[in-house]
């Protein structure tokens, strides 16, 4: 009675994975042949196109300019259920720096703990500190308060149409670089998303939505403005009930711990790994952490380089707004609080943020990610190929 028992290992492997419907017992395994349409070189050229759009401010022309992009470039992929959400965006007055506590004695955001060589973080707003005289004037319009949009298509399930995970990145970005890795390497992973999925040979039984969020370097403005506008149209003909959140924001950059000087290393660390965050205090903490080990183990089986890491102090990204209506995870280069908080990104909002900065091995890190995402949501859908 060997067969049963195997089966039955294989299924508590990968629980959320339902089985192909129909498919006879000698076809390829779809979910395997979904990744395999991923590819290091369509990623790359996916960034780089959003790099022509420079930073990609919010409440600018290149970034209007690039939400365009994105929707034709979306229905080039034949991902033809296009929307935008549309919202108003003011900036709130200067906060007070008053009351602020030492950095050394607080938590880091999200509630982790600081360990080891902290480098210093911040946000750049000197535009003499880019040296391309090109991407400079490229990001030199200001941002004008006001009316905002953010993209989005929706691959239609077929069995359960009116029920869907939510795939996203921010396509905003910060710094006076490109914003090649915050959030590019996001925006163009779930890009490629769609592309594998829009595909017309393709079915899932639940439907995916695929969005770009605006105004997340403001404060995650425009993932609120979802949840408020669409959260209790849910069940109706209007929105699909969500099952869950996956945000994608910084994919590319590992190289580890900075040195006591504050230097890091110039390579991906070997033993890089994509970062599977929830949080802990959330009120869907639990089907969240589930969710996250659902994407740990699709990353066990089909990711091609990097494995992944869970933990529990998801923070500061757009997946936030939702963690308490659903179960919500990031995926991220290194944890958003302890890890990028604690300078392991050099780049992070920096000039420095340029396509031309990471190597392949940096960017097939993204790559490993959108395999992990695509195969546990490939999972999660029942996705099949026809
Ligand atoms: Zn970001």
Redesign the pocket.
């Known amino acids: 009675m060997r067969r049963p028992f195997v089966v039955l290992l294989a299924a508590l492997a990968m629980p959320a994975v339902a089985p192909a419907q129909g498919d006879s017992a000698t076809a390829p395994e779809p979910i395997a042949q979904l990744v395999a349409r991923l590819d290091l070189e369509r990623y790359k050229a996916t960034i780089k196109g959003l790099t022509n759009f420079g930073d990609r401010r919010q409440g600018t022309d290149r970034n209007r300019a690039a939400v365009d992009w994105i929707e034709a470039q979306l229905r080039s992929y034949g991902c033809s259920n296009v929307a935008r959400l549309k919202y108003e965006y003011q900036p709130p007055s200067p906060p007070s720096l008053a009351g602020r506590g030492g950095q050394g004695v607080r938590p880091a955001s999200g509630g982790g703990r600081y360990r080891g060589i902290r480098a210093q973080t911040g946000v750049n707003t000197d535009s003499t500190k880019q040296p391309d005289t090109r991407l400079r004037a490229l990001d030199a319009q200001a941002s004008t308060p006001g009316a905002r949009e953010e993209v989005y298509c929706t691959k239609i399930g077929t069995t359960h149409p009116g029920e869907m995970y939510i795939v996203g990145g921010?396509m905003d970005g910060i710094g006076w670089g490109e914003a090649a890795n915050?959030?590019g390497s996001?925006t163009a992973l779930v890009m490629e998303l769609a592309r594998v999925f829009s595909s017309a040979d393709v079915r899932t039984d639940r439907s995916i939505r695929f969005i770009f969020w605006n105004n997340?370097?403001t404060g995650l403005n425009g993932s609120r403005a979802y949840v408020e506008q669409r959260r209790t149209l849910q069940g109706t003909k209007d929105e699909p009930k969500w099952l869950g959140m996956i945000q994608h924001?910084?994919m590319l950059f590992d190289h580890g711990m900075p040195r006591a000087d504050g230097t890091l290393a110039a390579e991906q660390r070997p033993e890089a790994d994509v970062n599977i965050e929830f949080q802990s205090s959330a009120k869907f903490a639990a089907e969240a952490a589930q969710l996250a080990w659902t994407f740990e183990r699709a990353n066990e089986k089909y990711a091609t380089d990097y494995p992944a890491s869970v933990g529990s102090h998801m923070t500061n990204?757009d997946s936030a707004p939702f963690q308490d209506y659903v179960p919500a995870i990031s995926l991220r280069e290194n944890e958003r609080g302890t890890q990028i908080g604690a300078g392991w990104d050099p780049n992070w909002h920096q000039p420095t943020d340029l396509y031309a900065t990471y190597s392949d091995k940096d960017f097939r890190l993204g790559l490993n990610a959108a395999q992990t995402t695509l195969a546990a949501i490939a999972g999660l859908v029942g996705a099949t190929i026809h």
């Open positions: 921010h915050d959030d996001g997340e370097e924001d910084m990204t």
